[in-house]
């Protein structure tokens, strides 16, 4: 992602709510997406190259507990531990309640925490995991043939957020390159094929 510009986090420009609520919007999207997928769906591929739907949901439950870890000094759990066991949706929601109470306490949001493109407030990281429960709540529903008009409003801002700190040229990074969208795409499907996903 961009560096910092005009003293201001690039990532934190379009966002018009507090971090913690643009939180709780993306954990819902994510929730209702998991809660809705079916047990025979787990080990579906996804839209996400070698990754099941399982995987996806695991990586996004240990995303969570890795911030977490961050926030508190805690240890992190390794990136390809399986952290669902066998109930994934309650995993999920153990991971977005710790993490939720670790980012409410006073300051946590104005620390300056190390992030994969270095140092910056934990208000970065909260922003991080918004689009990361998003887009991936995407991948799980299109896998399991859900409905991917997931929260356009949320949905929208991110894109316009990745518009704004994506290069073209993203050898190397978690995102591939941007896949056209068809004219009745909802802000989620654009979203995702902005990410490098494919939506039609």
Not at 43 to 59: A, F, K, M, Y
Not at 101 to 112: I, K, N
């Amino acid at each position: 992602m961009a560096d910092a510009t005009d003293g201001q986090w690039p990532i934190m420009v379009h966002m018009t709510q507090s971090p913690l609520a643009q939180f709780d919007r993306a954990a819902a999207v994510a929730e209702g997406v998991i809660a809705s997928t079916k047990p025979d769906q787990f080990d579906e591929p996804s839209p996400c190259t070698l990754w099941s739907v399982r995987q996806v949901i695991n990586h996004v439950v240990v995303g969570n507990l890795r911030t977490l870890g961050t926030v508190t000094g805690q240890a992190r759990p390794d990136p390809g531990e399986d952290r669902l066991g066998d109930d994934p949706l309650g995993a999920f929601r153990a991971s977005v309640r710790e993490l939720r109470a670790a980012l409410s306490v006073e300051g946590a949001l104005d620390r300056t925490v190390p992030t994969p493109v270095g140092e910056r407030p934990g208000t970065f990281l909260v922003l991080m995991r918004v689009a990361e429960m998003t887009l991936h709540a995407w991948d799980v529903a299109k896998a399991t043939g859900q409905s991917t008009d997931l929260d356009p409003g949320l949905s929208g801002q991110i894109l316009a957020v990745f518009h704004g700190v994506l290069p073209a040229d993203r050898e190397g990074s978690p995102f591939g390159a941007e896949q056209p969208a068809p004219p009745d795409a909802t802000a989620a499907d654009r979203l995702a094929a902005y990410a490098g996903r494919t939506v039609s």
